[in-house]
């Protein structure tokens, strides 16, 4: 499976943004979608994933402001970021992942840069 993640970009502080990252290749290989990011000299972190039978998890610093969600149809999933702040600038990459086989799969990162 390969996954291309695009809808990066600059916003300013209280600003919205979406991402999208569209799954093409072995679907079937994968059950979950997700979303993480990567500041710069910090960890990577779990940003929101959702399975492929619609169970959602985000990480503590987006609750409420971020949203995932997925078109199965086309094999895509989203994350609208909204009240965006500069501590939520980093790479967001997209993961794709199978919850029991040997399956995690990256794809290219898009850079979010939020201006105070």
């Known amino acids: 499976v390969q996954l291309q993640a695009c809808g990066g970009g600059l916003v300013q502080t209280g600003g919205s943004l979406r991402l999208s990252c569209a799954a093409s290749?072995?679907?079937?290989?994968?059950?979950?979608m997700g979303w993480y990011r990567q500041a710069s000299g910090k960890q990577r972190e779990l940003v929101a994933y959702?399975?492929?039978?619609?169970?959602?998890n985000y990480g503590d610093s987006v609750k409420g402001r971020f949203t995932i969600s997925r078109d199965s149809a086309k094999n895509t999933i989203y994350l609208q970021m909204n009240s965006l702040t500069p501590e939520d600038t980093a790479v967001y990459f997209c993961?794709?992942?199978?919850?029991?086989?040997?399956?995690?799969?990256w794809g290219n990162g898009t850079q979010v840069t939020v201006s105070s």
């Open positions: 290749g072995n679907i079937g290989s994968i059950n979950v």
């Open positions: 993961n794709g992942k199978h919850t029991f086989l040997a399956v995690n799969v």
């Open positions: 959702t399975t492929f039978s619609g169970i959602t």
